[in-house]
């Protein structure tokens, strides 16, 4: 349980708050770049503040205030200029400053004017238009791992919910919610679909798998890590597990990542939770399908992007995939989750280190330093589950979409989907030949 004041303190964005302080220290993906091809001016609203992002005509991007200087009009409907952003009423010219350089019917000479709209340093990497809205001089943008991959393809998911941010980022420092969210929930859903066959729901279907994460429980573990936190499962024979184990799960990158999958796997994703402002989030499920060296991925120009529904036609909640599952219990804890009236169990443990993380990083900043994630020079390519046990890998099932396993998974709506299942489909066949090769044993398909 936390005190009102603490709810605030991490969860509020805005502006001059402490985690909106906080989150200004970051490069923010934003957008899908696509989207800028498809319609070069976005408006955009991200911690709190309303802007309006571009790209010009020569392929600048710039990401400013969304109001024009002059009388207010809305620069969403901007046209872009070969330099900057032209007001649509009275053509008054912005740059990537949010300077306004010209006002074409206002004579010459011109006085400068001493206003100036926002304008935030703005990025492209791997297909995602990341922004930085802090102090300058702004941190290198991080190459963490999936967006630089080499040997893979990729796809954007967006999600907008009605909910804050933490939320959704606490979901990640919840291993146990997989045995109901994505267990029973899961089964609950799809057995209420017409013509549903209990029969038809084939023992290896993700669900089962999932259903398994409930049982046999000893303890959760998680502790601090070089990027994030670490955090999984300790399982007891006794108490009715397949064996003493620790089952590692998906990797928390500070302040808002997530990693499911190993890099480099088959199918990984980066879940991304954007603060849009207080009471909404910007959802990215960043994915990206590797394959070993001699299996050939199709070449990408671009990383296209989708919006996996969350109704269907007649308003209903869409629950027979992951993503959808973990999205309607976010939001079902209300736009911001009342933590003062929480009443946290053992399965909570993750969930407290995650909170004291971000409380200690808030500190960080109101001391003057910076806060951990942030780098001078990032490295070429930065890997979130380095070191990390062999038991993160084990769900095998995201390497068989083409036997099924796609459905499960927001990227069936996802316009690569059929070159995924037709990627793993080859993968499969070329490890199948690489074990026959060498004489080893052939692992057991859906381990
Ligand atoms: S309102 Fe923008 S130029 Fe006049
Ligand atoms: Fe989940």
Same mark, same amino acid.
């Given at each position: 349980?936390l005190s009102?004041?603490?709810n605030?303190?991490l969860?509020r964005v ?14 923010i993906?934003?957008?899908?770049y ?9 408006k955009?609203r991200?911690?709190g503040?309303?802007?309006v992002l571009y790209?010009d005509?020569?392929?600048n991007l710039?990401?400013i205030g ?7 009009v809305?620069?969403?409907?901007g046209i872009?200029?070969?330099c900057g952003?032209r ?8 740059n990537e400053?949010?300077k306004?350089v ?6 010459a000479p ?7 709209l926002?304008?935030?340093?703005v990025?492209e990497?791997?297909?995602?238009v990341?922004?930085y809205?802090?102090p300058l001089p702004?941190p290198d943008l991080?190459?963490?791992?999936l967006?630089v991959?080499?040997?893979a393809?990729r796809?954007?998911g967006?999600?907008?919910?009605d909910c804050?941010?933490?939320q959704?980022q606490?979901?990640?420092?919840d ?8 267990g029973y ?12 066959d209990?029969?038809?729901?084939d ?5 089962h798998?999932?259903?398994?994460v ?5 303890e959760?573990?998680a502790e ?7 955090k999984g ?5 006794a108490?009715g597990?397949d064996e ?5 799960h998906? $990797?928390v990158v500070?302040p ?8 480099g @796997?088959p %199918?990984?994703?980066?879940q !991304?939770r954007v603060p849009i402002?207080d009471?909404h989030?910007y959802?990215?499920?960043?994915q990206?399908?590797a ?12 990383v296209?992007?989708y919006?996996p529904p969350?109704?269907?036609?007649e ?6 995939y992951?993503?959808a599952?973990?999205?309607i219990?976010?939001v ?5 989750a009342d933590?003062?009236t ?7 443990i993750p969930?407290v280190v ?8 808030i500190?960080r900043?109101?001391q003057g330093?910076?806060?951990?994630n942030t780098f ?6 930065l890997?979130p589950?380095a070191?990390?046990?062999?038991s993160?890998?084990?769900? $095998?099932?995201?390497k068989?979409y083409?036997?099924g396993f796609?459905?499960d998974? @927001?990227d %069936?709506?996802?316009p690569? !989907?059929?070159?995924?299942?037709d990627?793993h489909?080859?993968i499969e066949?070329?490890q199948?030949k690489?074990?026959?090769?060498t ?7 859906h381990?």
């Amino acid at each position: 349980m936390l005190s009102q004041e603490q709810n605030d303190r991490l969860t509020r964005v805005g502006p001059g708050t402490p985690c909106g302080e906080l989150m200004r220290r970051y490069w923010i993906p934003i957008r899908p770049y696509a989207q800028l091809l498809e319609n070069p001016v976005q408006k955009v609203r991200i911690l709190g503040e309303d802007l309006v992002l571009y790209k010009d005509n020569s392929g600048n991007l710039g990401l400013i205030g969304d109001r024009c200087l002059h009388r207010n009009v809305d620069l969403q409907y901007g046209i872009p200029d070969d330099c900057g952003l032209r007001c649509p009423y009275h053509g008054w010219l912005f740059n990537e400053t949010g300077k306004c350089v010209e006002r074409p019917m206002e004579g010459a000479p011109q006085a400068e004017i001493k206003q100036k709209l926002k304008g935030y340093p703005v990025r492209e990497l791997g297909g995602l238009v990341f922004a930085y809205m802090g102090p300058l001089p702004a941190p290198d943008l991080p190459r963490w791992d999936l967006f630089v991959w080499p040997n893979a393809m990729r796809q954007i998911g967006i999600t907008e919910l009605d909910c804050n941010w933490l939320q959704c980022q606490e979901n990640t420092g919840d291993p146990a919610h997989s045995a109901w969210a994505h267990g029973y929930l899961f089964e609950y859903a799809i057995s209420r679909q017409k013509g549903f066959d209990h029969h038809s729901a084939d023992q290896l279907h993700t669900l089962h798998q999932r259903k398994k994460v409930g049982v046999g429980i000893k303890e959760l573990y998680a502790e601090q890590s070089e990027y994030g936190f670490r955090k999984g499962i300790r399982y007891s024979k006794a108490l009715g597990a397949d064996e003493d184990k620790d089952q590692e799960h998906s $990797a928390v990158v500070f302040p808002f990542y997530t990693q499911t999958g190993r890099s480099g @796997a088959p %199918r990984s994703e980066y879940q !991304i939770r954007v603060p849009i402002d207080d009471t909404h989030t910007y959802h990215i499920c960043y994915q990206c399908y590797a394959a070993p060296e001699g299996v050939e991925v199709p070449k990408q120009d671009v990383v296209p992007y989708y919006v996996p529904p969350q109704y269907d036609a007649e308003g209903n909640a869409i629950l027979d995939y992951v993503l959808a599952q973990d999205a309607i219990v976010w939001v079902a804890q209300g736009p911001i989750a009342d933590r003062t009236t929480e009443l946290l169990g053992r399965t909570d443990i993750p969930i407290v280190v995650l909170r004291r993380q971000l409380d200690e990083q808030i500190t960080r900043v109101e001391q003057g330093l910076a806060p951990m994630n942030t780098f001078e020079k990032s490295p070429d390519m930065l890997h979130p589950t380095a070191g990390k046990p062999d038991s993160f890998h084990k769900h $095998a099932f995201r390497k068989f979409y083409h036997k099924g396993f796609a459905n499960d998974d @927001a990227d %069936r709506y996802g316009p690569l !989907i059929e070159e995924v299942k037709d990627l793993h489909r080859r993968i499969e066949e070329f490890q199948l030949k690489a074990q026959a090769g060498t004489g080893e044993a052939r692992a057991p398909e859906h381990a």
